[in-house]
């Protein structure tokens, strides 16, 4: 199995930052992609920011310029951050760590975590 773990949401004014980070371990042989998600209340899941394994980036439109998606690997796991810089009051959401893995035996499944909150205030 794969766990991805999300921390780093909370409150904070608006023109702030916070940096999420999502770790992904388990049976991991290779990472094709990871991406962050954010739903907000009566609204649909939209994808913010993805990463390749070759580290292409892809913004939502809404968040160019301000937000940054990365990706930290090493032996035991990857780690994957958002930086939001200029936060605004619509970024107010739950956000999601999503990843897409294929495991030892060549099976590729695709995984979420379990959401982390981001409250922006006025």
């Known amino acids: 199995q794969v766990q991805l773990v999300e921390s780093g949401g909370g409150l904070v004014q608006a023109g702030g930052s916070l940096r999420l980070s999502c770790a992904a371990s388990g049976r991991i042989f290779r990472l094709n992609g990871m991406g962050w998600y954010r739903q907000a209340p009566g609204k649909e899941r939209e994808l913010v920011a993805s990463?390749?394994?070759?580290?292409?980036?892809?913004?939502a439109d809404s968040v160019k310029g301000r937000f940054a998606i990365s990706i930290f690997r090493d032996n035991t796991k990857n780690t994957m951050y958002l930086q939001m810089n200029s936060l605004k009051p619509e970024d107010t959401a739950v956000y999601y760590c999503n990843a897409d893995v294929v495991s030892r035996a060549g099976i590729g499944d695709n995984y979420w975590g379990q959401g982390t909150q981001v409250a922006v205030s006025s």
């Open positions: 990463i390749t394994s070759s580290s292409i980036t892809n913004y």
